[in-house]
Every structure is written in C-alpha cells, then in structure tokens.
C-alpha cells in the first residue's frame, strides 16, 4: 500500500507538482498519486484547476512572423560596425559635436592633461609607442564596445560556475 | 559579407531528447568555433537555426514587435562580436538566452523608469500590438480571442522583469529550472521561486478564463 502523499498546497516544494502537472511533464506514477490527492484535497484541487487554466490562457500570446530582412539588417550592421574602427566612430558622432559642447569639454581635457603631466614622476612621460599588433583587433572595437563584448562573454564564463544564493529571490 | 541561405531547421524548441541534445549541443558549440575561425557561413546557420526562438522570446517579453526585433538584433549582433573571444565553456543556447533574457529584463526597467505606464497593451503606431485576427473563426469568436489576448498581455506586463523571463523560458521554451537558472544567473531554487511567485499572480488574474 502506498503512504498517501503529503499536501503539496501546504509545503513550500509542493509548488513545483502544480506546475509539473499543468505542463504534463509528470510520469504516470506520479500524475496517478497527484490525481488521488487531487481528489481528496479541495484546496490543491483548485490551485490545480487554476493553474491548469494559466497555462492553456497563455496559449493564446502567439508571436509574430519573423520580417524576411531580419538577416540582411543584421549582417549590414555586423558590417558596419566590423568596418568601422572606435575612433571613426567618435569622428562621425563629432560630426553633429557643437562648439559650445566642444569648448568646456576640450577645457577639461586640457586640465586633466595638466593634472596627469603634473603628477607624473620624472623623467618625463616616454612618448607614445606605436600601436602593437595585436591593435588591429581592437581597433575594431570602441572602448563601450569592448567593455559589452567582456560582458557578453562573462555571461558565457558565469555559466560554467555555480550560482550563488546571493541572487536569489530578485523578481 | 558573402553569407550563405542554410537550410531551415525544422523545431525551435528546446529538445528532449537526450542524444539529439547532446549532438545540438556539440553542433552549436563547433559552429560557433567556426564562426571563430572566420567562417560566415556557421553564423548564418546559428542564425538560422536560433532566429525565431529568440525573436519570439524577446516579443512575449516586450510585448512589442519593433523592439523585440531590435533587441533580437542586437543578441546575434553581441554573439558575432564574441567570436573572438568564444569558448564553448556552456551549452551555446544558454548563452544566447542569456544575453537575450539580460537585454529585456534591461529595456523592460529601463522602460518601467521611463514611462508612467502607457498601457503595452493599447494598439499603438510602433508595433506593440501586432496580433493578426485568425481568419478562421466568426467575429465574435475573434472578438472573444482579442479579449483573453488582452487579459493574458496585461496578466504578463503585471509581472516583475524577471519573473516575466522565467515564466517565459519555463512556458514557451520548455527550459527546465537548471537551465533558466544559468540563463538567469541564480540558483535553481530562486528560478522556483520566481515562477511560484509568477504563476501565483497569473492564477490570481488568469484562472477565471476558461
Ligand atoms: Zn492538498
């Protein structure tokens, strides 16, 4: 004789049969005991009935045709932006760059560079080497651009760690 | 750019099956390497093959066609900038998920600041509602439909950013709890947690509809 099973409605990990069995991803086993506890228990009877109910309502939220120039566009902005080095970039954002704007900005440049020169030990700062080779790729890249793509690939990098407790919870 | 048309895969839900996964698995992985090593055509086939489970995704999370297309674009855009950089240290969908889910949780609470709640669900001109009638059912059977859409799109947009992304890989991508978990950089038990909590308003605002 099998024990009867606890009620899923009272404990907190019960919550995942409801959500088992509105997906029909229990086993036979196991949908056969939910089904007799269904039977006997009104409160987990509706929350099943209910959540049975949100999932076939959900049903209802197709999505769209996928628009036929959704490669061409992509392909065209990889190749623009592949084409395009960081400062090029900042030259054609320059392009709509104001005077006014330009002015105090250029004067905080300016004083940072007095304030670098100044603190900067002697002898004097060795001039600026030429670029390495390994430039030519990150040329490519502006300095958002390289900081996004870290990003991107620390996503890759945090998955092969385990997740930590510390973000659980967050809605 | 000299891309080649792949050949359409047939399902873009996630597989069961054990095997074929681990051959996707693999697939993916290697074609991203090559995708590495420079060659194009492995990208138009990553594209192909995970174009419209992505584009879907990002529509059911902003509600919104023009923005999930950008956002969409702006994924593939992110995975070709990594090449590079690419090891195939996870399985390649994840990855993907990850950073589409990332960009929608970001524009939904970007958009949340920004607005005082201009209804999403209101037709509007910037393609936020772009639900077809289904020609095969009488008017008021459409008109019914047009209601529970709207009930369903406003049960959704009641749901915080995240939790919206949880139910949206556990309903429409059929991800198991691990794998939103790594997609949504928490524990398995906080993904639990977020689609009790979900599922929990859903009832409450969803479970009148028959
Ligand atoms: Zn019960």
């Not at chain 1, 409801?18 to 997906?23: C, E, G, I, M, V």
Request: with cysteine; aromatic share 6%.
């Amino acid at each position: 004789m099998e024990t009867p099973m606890s009620c899923p409605a009272k404990d907190r990990r019960g919550s995942e049969l409801f959500l088992s069995y509105a997906a029909g991803l229990m086993s036979a086993s196991e949908h056969a005991a939910f089904e007799r506890h269904l039977a006997a228990c009104t409160d987990c009877w509706r929350i099943a009935a209910e959540q049975k109910r949100v999932w076939s309502a959900l049903d209802v939220l197709a999505a769209p045709e996928i628009p036929t120039n959704f490669d061409e566009r992509l392909y065209a902005r990889i190749a623009a932006e592949e084409r395009s080095p960081w400062w090029q970039s900042l030259l054609h954002h320059g392009a709509s760059f104001r005077l006014s704007t330009a002015a105090p900005v250029a004067a905080a440049c300016a004083a940072l560079a007095v304030m670098l020169i100044m603190r900067t030990p002697h002898p004097a700062p060795a001039p600026v080497q030429p670029a390495p080779a390994t430039a030519t790729v990150n040329q490519k890249l502006d300095p958002s651009q390289i900081e996004q793509n870290l990003d991107d690939l620390d996503m890759l990098r945090q998955l092969t760690a385990p997740a930590t407790e510390a973000s659980n919870g967050q809605s | 750019m000299p891309f080649l048309t792949p050949q359409p895969f047939p399902d873009d839900r996630v597989d069961t099956d054990m095997t074929a996964a681990a051959a996707c698995i693999e697939r993916d992985a290697d074609l991203m390497l090559r995708v590495r090593e420079g060659d194009d055509v492995s990208f138009a086939l990553l594209l192909e093959k995970h174009r419209r489970p992505v584009i879907h995704f990002l529509y059911r999370m902003v509600q919104n066609q023009a923005v999930s297309e950008e956002l969409a674009q702006e994924v593939f855009l992110r995975v070709y900038k990594a090449r590079l950089s690419y090891e195939p240290t996870a399985k390649f969908t994840t990855w993907l998920f990850r950073i589409a889910s990332h960009l929608a949780i970001n524009w939904l609470r970007d958009r949340r600041n920004e607005r005082s709640q201009d209804s999403l669900d209101q037709p509007n001109a910037d393609g936020t509602h772009v639900q077809v009638a289904d020609t095969s059912l009488t008017r008021e059977e459409e008109m019914i439909r047009q209601t529970r859409l709207a009930e369903v799109r406003r049960a959704i947009e009641a749901l915080p950013p995240k939790q919206r992304a949880a139910v949206m890989m556990h309903k429409y991508r059929e991800m198991g709890y691990a794998q939103i978990a790594k997609a949504l950089n928490c524990s398995e038990s906080a993904v639990k947690s977020l689609l009790f909590r979900a599922y929990e308003t859903l009832r409450a605002r969803l479970a009148h509809m028959v």
